[in-house]
T-cell receptor, first 116, second 113 residues
Framework: AQTVTQSQPEMSVQEAETVTLSCTYD???????LFWYKQPPSRQMILVIR??????QNATENRFSVNFQKAAKSFSLKISDSQLGDAAMYFC?????????????FGTGTRLTIIP | SQTIHQWPATLVQPVGSPLSLECTVE??????LYWYRQAAGRGLQLLFY??????ISSEVPQNLSASRPQDRQFILSSKKLLLSDSGFYLC????????????FGEGSWLTVV
């Protein structure tokens, strides 16, 4: 079974600095997708960034980028120029790519605090 | 892009009472729909998913059930709530024509007392 591990329950960063959140996963599949979701105090889950396993290039969305190391099964999220609005729980998630596999497996989350 | 509506946003129900949480999706047709639960301080657990009207798959045995009476409507129900049913319930959607990204609604807080 696929598992997703986030080893940092809490992280903090100074406003305008850069922070990296860690995620590792375990799978025997070759076709899969990885995601980072943000859950602010409102509790809504917001997609931050996604990565297709078949793509070697790391995904980037404005201040958010990932370091995808497929062989190491590592998928870290880097937030540059941290802003107060980035404070939230961040969840790493995995989904098999094959048809009919609908389950999104989540890690336990990392709570990110931004220090003004 | 799709919009996911959930209601009620907050619900306090006594043990043994029935439950109905509703989710509707706008901006897409024939989506895959999901119900997730997030217990306090924990990650998300997939409860049910549906690939079409009347088609429901259950991921975990439990006190809850789901139904999909219309293409863009997904309902989570219970005949008799348990204390352990308390949590944050999230409806989610995947557009079948646009890949594997799953988008979430705003969630419903359920407290069973």
């Amino acid at each position: 079974a696929q598992t997703v591990t986030q080893s940092q329950p809490e992280m903090s960063v100074q406003e305008a600095e850069t922070v990296t959140l860690s995620c590792t996963y375990d799978t025997s599949e070759s076709d899969y997708y990885l995601f980072w979701y943000k859950q602010p105090p409102s509790r809504q889950m917001i997609l931050v960034i996604r990565q297709e396993a078949y793509k070697q290039q790391n995904a980037t969305e404005n201040r958010f980028s990932v370091n995808f190391q497929k062989a190491a099964k590592s998928f870290s999220l880097k937030i540059s120029d941290s802003q107060l609005g980035d404070a939230a729980m961040y969840f790493c998630a995995y989904k098999r790519g094959s048809f009919g596999n609908e389950k999104l497996t989540f890690g336990t989350g990392t709570r990110l605090t931004i220090i003004p | 892009s799709q919009t996911i509506h959930q209601w009620p946003a907050t619900l306090v129900q006594p043990v043994g009472s029935p439950l109905s949480l509703e989710c509707t999706v706008e901006g897409t047709s024939n989506p895959n729909l999901y119900w997730y639960r997030q217990a306090a301080g924990r990650g998300l657990q997939l409860l049910f998913y549906s690939v079409g009207i009347g088609q429901i798959s259950s991921e975990v045995p439990q006190n809850l059930s789901a139904s999909r009476p219309q293409d863009r409507q997904f309902i989570l129900s219970s005949k008799k709530l348990l204390l352990s049913d308390s949590g944050f319930y999230l409806c989610a959607c995947r557009r079948t024509v646009s890949g594997n990204t799953i988008y979430f609604g705003e969630g419903s807080w359920l407290t069973v007392v």
